[in-house]
T-cell receptor, first 112, second 114 residues
Framework: GQQLNQSPQSMFIQEGEDVSMNCTSS?????WLWYKQDPGEGPVLLIA?????ELTSNGRLTAQFGITRKDSFLNISASIPSDVGIYFC????????????FGKGTKLTVNP | DVKVTQSSRYLVKRTGEKVFLECVQD?????MFWYRQDPGLGLRLIYF???????EKGDIPEGYSVSREKKERFSLILESASTNQTSMYLC?????????????FGPGTRLTVT
């Protein structure tokens, strides 16, 4: 079945640094989503992408839908301590399914 | 804003008990989902429903059942709880009929089975 490879698994950065993470697959996806999950909470939707090549921003977050439709990237600029958490990518595979495929997550630690 | 609520944040049950986890969404979404989340395994789909009284098995349905009697409410049932069902349970909803496939999650229920 479809799988999403999310990398890196974890990141330790200093406050103020920029962050980049990505999700790749061997399959084509029609939709890419990025979520953030704080400890003990449910994932919160950050950005939704629906078109190949689409670049969308939400404050300091920017995400892109890869042109090949097999990958997506999330960038966080000028990180702050409250950016700490686990970031998940999710994709809707080509083929009519309404079930998302999720990456395993990138755990972000920001040192003040 | 979309709101998905779950009946309990924390639950402790004994092995063999029947457990009900309730989820309610207030945005008239057609689709509702139940996932469990375990360290190292990510989010795994248990069941989903695309309409009232309709349900489909996800990737790990064994030991679980679901009920959707009303559009806004989706219940997950553990018929006889076992220790390997200790996990974080997440409910989500989406509105594919308007082309919106993004899922909105509830806060989660941390279930411990002893």
């Amino acid at each position: 079945g479809q799988q999403l490879n999310q990398s890196p698994q974890s990141m330790f950065i200093q406050e103020g640094e920029d962050v980049s993470m990505n999700c790749t697959s061997s399959s084509i996806f029609n939709t890419w989503l990025w979520y953030k999950q704080d400890p003990g909470e449910g994932p919160v939707l950050l950005i939704a992408l629906y078109k190949a090549g689409e670049l969308t921003s939400n404050g300091r977050l920017t995400a892109q839908f890869g042109i090949t439709r097999k990958d997506s990237f999330l960038n966080i600029s000028a990180s702050i301590p409250s950016d700490v958490g686990i970031y998940f990518c999710a994709g809707l595979p080509q083929g009519g399914s309404e079930k998302l495929v999720f990456g395993k997550g990138t755990k972000l630690t920001v040192n003040p | 804003d979309v709101k998905v609520t779950q009946s309990s944040r924390y639950l402790v049950k004994r092995t063999g008990e029947k457990v009900f986890l309730e989820c309610v969404q207030d945005m008239d979404h057609e689709n509702m989902f139940w996932y469990r989340q375990d360290p190292g395994l990510g989010l795994r789909l248990i069941y989903f429903s695309y309409d009232v009284k309709m349900k489909e098995k996800g990737d790990i349905p064994e030991g679980y059942s679901v009920s959707r009697e009303k559009k806004e409410r989706f219940s997950l049932i553990l018929e006889s709880a076992s220790t390997n069902q200790t996990s974080m349970y997440l409910c989500a909803s989406s509105a594919p009929r308007v082309g919106a496939y993004e899922q909105y999650f509830g806060p989660g229920t941390r279930l411990t089975v002893t």
